[in-house]
């Protein structure tokens, strides 16, 4: 049974039955029509991969059918069968989306060239089309990366600079930052998007086991391996290979990296055939790769092998700005994961993400966000549905901390006249206050003054007054 199926539409019987005859003899299957309304039925049936209509029929003309068509959807390329050869009609059905068009009468060999083109067009549309679903498949489920703080925006423009570029990069920066989706983005948006995206994390996997994770096994390469396996640089073949936590790779293991890196080949474990690979390399990792090689815990020259592109991503404390527009994101999220009514914040409650110091920085205000959206029984999600731990919201200021002090002692004391509160809780305020100065200075009263804003002899008269050793200062 062929998969090449024509559709045939003209009033003309001789003309339908020449091109009839001529296709199944090219291997097509072929429906005929000698009207509109049965050719504009054929035409949206499945499996038609060609179409023939003539400019005009009995009921709808091929222009009208073409456009009815494509509105539908229908993708089959479509050649107009024309007697009047003019400017105009070739230029309306070409408009229309039609493939190409031929004036009667025409030559076979000519329809056959165009039947040709037309299906490896289709063809090639179809694969183009799957391509683009695969990808779309494959970076559906992931979150996507989004800010407008400035830090952000740097990161950004460096994604779009080295992407197109089959370069190497390395991606640094604290965990949760979203490494990895930086890594996505580069490979979608790069030479390789249509290749596979592999990652591995050094840090998860044992590191007796890293080597057959990186390079695959052969049957019989050690007791329980039945059968040969390939290895992460092998399934990362013509696409890109994520080294997550590459920090934390083995010093052995690392020259074996740097072999593959520099050969672009490698053997499986208990191989004997090199095998190629042609894979760009995005690694990533939370150390200070400077410190570890200078502490001889990683190769210098993996290092410079590893980051031909060095990105560093931002805490999320230093993205000013970004929590509110990242939460709003995730609770748009969160609302198409679970269904019911969609949540949002009190104003309390954002404020209380934005003073957050955020150590596990977009993953842990994703956790948070999906927790209480999970288990608040509201629409409006509060401070305490929040449940962030307190000991870790961002430093509070001077003025809270001294609040915070003070109220308890003020309640205790609060029947006390109000000048003999302030002589008696002033001193507490300016003695460490000058203490510190003076020893950040190391006794210099002088630059003291400077610091605190305050003419010398005020200075040493209030060292006098709260009775500050300036020995102890300096030493």
Known sequence: MTDKKALIADDDESIVWVLREFLRDKGFAVETASDGEAASALMKTPGVTIAFLDINMPGKDGLGILKEAREAGVEAPVIIMTAEATMKNALEALKLGAFDYVSKPFDLAEVELLAERAIENLRLRRQVSELTERIKEKLKDESVFIGKSKAVQTVFKTVGKVAGRDVAVLILGESGTGKELIARGIHANGPRSTGPFVAVNSAAVPRELMESELFGFERGAFTGATEAKPGKFELADNGTLFLDEVGDTSMELQSKLLRVIQEKEFYRLGGKTPIKVDTRIISATNQDMDKAVAEKRFREDLLYRLNGVTITMPPLRDR????????????????????????????????????????????????????????????????????????????????????????????????????????????????????????????????????????????????????????????
């Open 320 to 475: 000013r700005g970004d929590v509110p527009i990242l939460a709003e994101y995730l609770l748009e999220k969160f609302h198409g994961e679970f269904g019911g009514e969609k949540r949002r914040l009190s104003g309390k409650a954002l404020e209380a993400l934005d003073h957050y110091r955020w150590p596990g920085n977009v993953r842990e205000l994703e956790n948070v966000l999906r927790r209480a959206v999970l288990l608040s029984p509201g629409t409006v999600l509060s401070v305490e549905d929040l449940n962030l731990p307190a000991a870790r919201h961002r430093s509070e200021s001077i003025e809270d901390i001294i609040t915070a002090k003070l109220r308890p002692f003020i309640e205790k004391t609060g029947g006390k006249g109000k000048q003999e509160l302030y002589d008696l809780v002033m001193p507490f305020m300016e003695r460490p206050l000058i203490r510190l100065v003076l020893e950040k200075t190391r006794g210099n009263q002088v630059q003291a003054a400077e610091v605190l804003g305050i003419n010398r002899n005020t200075l040493r008269s209030m060292i006098k007054k709260l009775k500050i050793k300036i020995d102890d200062a300096k030493g």
